[in-house]
């Protein structure tokens, strides 16, 4: 393990950034949902620092306050990486796909179409999805658990076999003979499960990397671990503190273990989102700038997580030693305990909300050490093999990472000084694999 | 009807060309079809000759002797359009998309995505599908054409509507007052037919042109003109001779005036593949040396074709005036008395299948002119309102069109000087539609 590294992805979303209200800053493009061109520009951003991929999440339905909050979900996945591999060159892409509503057939052509389009460097994050409005949209109804995972199964073994249903030679390509495909070695794969099937072959070549790499990502559910055990090379996740990363990433190498493979072959990522800025002052005054409106409705729900009642007009007001010996952190939350530390360096309620203590996995905000510090302790501890970043605001975050954050990684020895490769496989670090489940042989 | 101009497209398939063989000239890099580079080379190439779009085909199964063909279809319509569409400023992508596997919900998503991303230059070429390779493997029966019709229908009911369920002025993006969409105007469709269904609302903002603009394709049959008539802005199709492309365009505009439609509004494009070269003996050469086999071995055909019994010894002996005397054009097939007038001009046998007369639709071969008296005469019979055009080999056969034959149709007045806007629907001048049947109101 002497050689492990950090391995950097970064979400990509609707074009803004990852804290509230980031589509109204100033020097933000309003119209960047609809502007493919941004994201190519993050994405250029994210390659000059060396990321290992660009993840995107999906959810085809609207959701939530769209008439003062954005659409929080690229336009579509599939097509936008497609126009994004063409101006990268080293970056992957793990792309959300869901197993319960899209037709094997077409996933495993898409994603393997964006693999030999990029050279190597897809990822399918291969989901199942339980939502009613997802559901909808698609006319279905909602499936129960077992028949999403079995569904799941499936369609994963479908489209595996789909990649390999054309042999790594079958192409020989002999102008001189005149032989372009042996047919001999793309043959129908003949599969059907009990909610999805499909004959094949699919015509489609290897890519660089062989085929994409398969993710998950969720919350450990036995039916997801049994899942990314068997099938995955990266898992997603979002966690809030050392402790139950090291417990979720034991679960899921286990999980890999049982299933025959070595655990070292499933990289375990989290999610982190940045503010980068000259000083802790500095960024939680660009958060308050940004997302003023959510932080500060957000005060009942500190009160409540650290048991101290807070006044709306005492916002700006650290907590006296009497409210701070009053109060404690809920063992359900573990975001609580963060929130009470940082109420104890001495911020005021807005700044302690400002530092993402209510956010949906953890914020570091401020210069480029204090980003290090985190990875490097998560790193250092096991927790995870690499995270996701979720900059605060695409059109300077990305920037300001790869040039205050990621020279400090490199310096500390912790992150590779350059892409190891240009494929996905390799600057993963995981294993090739061509068809159904290579590894099981 | 004065300023009525030719539209031209191009097909695109798997990146060598439409002639048997083309993979093996020695121009042509037999990796083509794996290789998006080749088709961005070849639509930036289109796109200098003004083309209006770039068509599609799709038959997502293996066909046909791919020991010895290739595999005829594109990787995967949708994902190398898109990488495309970053290289390219004004042509237009008509994309085949099946009605009968395809979800709604995902093909209104990606269309439209693409539309957005290529600034109003997408299409949808909206076909059924009864071919069982196909069915099967989307694990599915054959559907009697009854049903394929009626999901034709409803499928593109529900993604129009779709289309139209963000309303053209719901993007409100005012960063001051943190408005950013009008949630009165992004609305579920609820949408329920018997094969398919959807709730929406999709979250896509319009396109320069609105949305995607509907194609279909294929023999006139009373179904496809139905639906036709009423959906599409334009209708492709191979047809050999005047008089027949006359007769289905006439039954394409009545189907279109049955819908309440400006028959105008709908374009008819034919099929016409080229040889371009300095003389017709040169062009004649280029297919013999490209697809020398395919055309001997279709002697028996040709002898069938015309009546005469032609030996294959003597495949280079233009006919005897008693062989012509004694031979007759079967009325069966158009095709026939074309091959019979070529023999009579004096052309060997081989000459004879060398100007494609077996081929899916009309060939031109020779200089510039010869393609263009070829149009004109369509055109000026009001037998096509445009080319849908397939180069015998991609890597020289479109520049050489563009060279040699663009210049004289604009000589003519017959073709624009340049683009006309940047969207599709200008280019090909239909009218703008947003979400359903903008046209019934």
Redesign the interface.
């Known amino acids: 393990m002497a050689d492990r590294k950090i391995i950097l992805g970064m979400v990509l979303t609707d074009g803004y950034g990852n804290l509230p209200?980031a589509?109204?800053?100033?020097h933000?493009d309003?119209?960047n949902?609809?502007k493919?061109e941004a994201n190519?520009r993050y994405a250029q951003a994210a390659e000059r620092g060396g990321f290992a991929f660009l993840f995107t999440p999906d959810f085809?339905a609207?959701r939530g306050d769209?008439?003062?909050?954005?659409?929080s979900?690229i336009?579509?996945p599939?097509?936008?990486t497609?126009?994004i591999?063409?101006?990268t060159s080293n970056i992957g892409f793990v792309l959300t796909g869901s197993t319960t509503?899209?037709?094997p057939?077409?996933t495993a052509?898409?994603f393997k179409?964006?693999d030999?389009?990029s050279h190597g460097r897809a990822g399918w994050n291969a989901v199942t999805t339980s939502d009613p409005?997802v559901a909808?949209?698609?006319?279905k109804p909602v499936a129960d658990r077992a028949e999403r995972y079995q569904r799941a199964h499936e369609s994963i073994q479908i489209v595996q076999s789909l990649w390999g249903s054309w042999q790594k030679d079958a192409w020989i390509?002999?102008?001189e003979s005149?032989?372009?495909?042996?047919?001999s070695k793309?043959q129908p794969i003949n599969l059907?499960g009990e909610h999805?099937?499909?004959?094949?072959?699919?015509?489609?070549?290897p890519s660089e990397q062989g085929q994409p790499v398969i993710f998950t990502s969720g919350g450990p559910s036995p039916h997801l671990l049994a899942l990314a055990g068997r099938y995955a090379s990266g898992f997603i996740t979002e966690v809030w503190t050392i402790e139950e990363a090291r417990a979720q990433r034991d679960a899921l190498r286990n999980a890999a273990h049982e299933a025959g493979r070595d655990p070292d072959e499933i990289k375990f990522i989290v999610g982190l989102m940045t503010t980068v800025a000259p000083t802790v002052r500095d960024g939680l005054d660009r958060r308050i700038a940004i997302a003023g409106?959510v932080i500060e409705a957000r005060l009942p729900h500190l009160s409540a997580m650290i048991g101290v009642q807070i006044q709306p007009q005492h916002i700006d007001k650290p907590l006296s030693s009497e409210q701070l010996a009053g109060a404690h952190a809920s063992p359900m939350d573990p975001r609580s305990a963060i929130a009470l530390r940082v109420a104890r360096e001495g911020w005021s309620p807005r700044d302690v909300l400002a530092h993402g203590v209510i956010d949906y996995h953890p914020v570091t905000v401020g210069p480029g050490k204090v980003h290090a510090d985190h990875m490097q302790e998560w790193f250092e501890a096991e927790a995870a093999d690499g995270f996701w970043l979720a900059p605060d605001v695409y059109e300077d975050g990305v920037d300001a990472f790869v040039d205050e954050v990621v020279p400090i990684l490199r310096e500390r020895g912790l992150y590779p000084d350059g892409y190891v490769g240009s494929t996905l496989r390799e600057n993963l670090g995981v294993p090739d694999q061509y068809g159904l489940g290579a590894w099981l042989s």
Chains 1, 2 share one sequence.
Do not use: C, K
């Open positions: 209200g589509w109204r800053a100033p933000v309003p119209g949902y609809a493919v190519i085809p609207v769209v008439e003062h909050s954005t659409i979900n336009m579509d599939l097509m936008e497609a126009a591999s063409q101006a509503f899209q037709e057939f077409n052509r898409q179409t964006l030999i389009m409005a909808a949209n698609y006319g390509n002999d102008q005149g032989r372009f495909i042996d047919p793309l059907r999805v099937a499909s004959r094949g072959p699919l015509a489609l070549p409106d």
